[in-house]
């Protein structure tokens, strides 16, 4: 990635980790299913070069948020889901819609 890229790829995730981290419920419900929508078929490494090596602080802030808000079963096959599950999106709709 070029510097400029990767400027800008972590202008981008910089944003959106502080948009995750200062959203109520109905905001990180948003960005959990925008980022669904736009990486569902993306591996880690792909994540990766996207948001600027990463991904992670995002992917940590999403399963903490979810083991704390909804200790539930539909949470646990989110996490699934996003750590490469079924590539299903009536899943995802279906888990997503829980919520």
Not at 17 to 43: C, M, P, Y
Not at 70 to 99: E, H, V
Request: proline share 4%; aromatic share 8%; charged share 25%.
């Amino acid at each position: 990635m070029t510097s400029s890229k990767r400027d800008v790829a972590v202008s981008r995730l910089t944003s959106l980790l502080h948009e995750w981290d200062t959203g109520s419920k109905s905001v990180r419900r948003r960005i959990l299913q925008d980022f669904v929508a736009q990486n569902q078929r993306k591996t880690a490494p792909e994540l990766d070069a996207e948001m600027a090596d990463a991904a992670s602080l995002l992917l940590t802030r999403v399963s903490s948020w979810l083991r704390l808000t909804y200790p539930s079963k539909p949470a646990l096959l989110l996490l699934f889901y996003l750590q490469g599950g079924p590539k299903s999106k009536s899943l995802s709709r279906i888990i997503i819609k829980s919520y």
